[in-house]
């Protein structure tokens, strides 16, 4: 009987901290002037896309053979193109690991053609993240021409999918801030704050609120000094953001849109 009274109060006792965390980090939408969003993994579900080419890329270069596990090994070596195409090569044992692997000939071919094939596929368009579209329009409506894009993606590949959703016409060419911007800017992009701090000077805003699916992403926004929400679409981005781990953790995590929606009180 007391084990049963203990779980009945554990329980009891979570559900408790659970509801007064969630009520004392609410964000309000009416504190913030402007708002702004990653694109891949955020708006535009790019993961499939990534990994259609990525294995297209390998079966071009003679590296089909390589199993599934091995792949999966690929995003522990970094989040950049070139780390993730090495570090699977390197797991499946095809090359050595003696600097960096942007520079190693093996990756800077294979990830050409990652790329090649990447922009086929984007061409078309991205499928959204789910609730991603009529929120960005929910956004829009009560943020008129306070609302940007902070993206590593190119803009050729960001175009189409804000065109095959109608969405182009919420962000003008100023507020898109894409790997092109960076570049032509001289900044470092995401994690450094250049990417967001960047956004809030064309915006002309201090009170930036962020939606972003990845740690560095969040790293950068939080950085320049914006709220940054996070949205974790699966267990395991739920577990990365709730660790005590991150130096510049997120303000809330959120499920999806629909949760979003009800922090904000839209």
């Known amino acids: 009987m007391f084990f049963v009274w203990l ?3 554990a329980r009891t006792a979570l559900l408790e901290v659970s509801w007064y965390d969630k009520d004392m980090k609410k964000i309000r939408l009416e504190d913030y002037d402007s708002v702004a969003f990653d694109v891949e993994g955020t708006l535009a579900d790019t993961i499939p896309t990534h990994h259609k080419a990525r294995k297209r890329a390998f079966e071009k270069h003679g590296y089909g053979h390589i199993t599934p596990g091995q792949h999966a090994l690929g995003p522990t070596y970094g989040s950049s193109t070139a780390d993730i195409i ?10 050595d690991k003696d600097g960096p692997f942007k520079e190693h000939v093996v990756v800077q071919d294979v990830m050409t053609s ?15 993240m789910p609730g991603a579209v009529e929120f960005v329009r929910e956004i829009a409506a009560l943020r ?7 993206t590593s993606s190119r803009l050729r590949f960001v175009t189409p999918f804000l065109d095959r959703y109608d969405l182009a016409r919420y962000f003008p060419d100023d507020v898109i801030i894409s790997e092109d911007t960076i570049e032509a800017e001289g900044l470092e992009g995401k994690p450094s704050a250049a990417p967001y701090k960047l956004a809030m000077q064309r915006l002309h805003t201090e009170k930036l609120l962020v939606f972003e699916d990845t740690v560095p992403g969040v790293t950068s926004a939080k950085k320049a000094g914006a709220t940054v929400i996070a949205l974790s679409f699966d267990n395991e981005s739920a577990k990365l953001f709730a660790g005590n781990q991150l130096e510049f953790p997120p303000d809330m995590v959120v499920r999806d849109y629909e949760e979003a929606k009800e922090v904000l009180g839209i």
Do not use: P, Q
Request: hydrophobic fraction near 50%; aromatic fraction near 18%.
């Open 7 to 9: 779980l009945y109060y």
């Open 144 to 150: 008129t021409d306070r609302i940007a894009l902070v």
């Open 114 to 128: 990652k790329m090649r094939f990447f922009g086929e596929y984007a061409a078309r368009g991205f499928d959204a």
């Open 86 to 95: 090495g570090g699977v090569l390197h797991a499946a044992g095809e090359i």
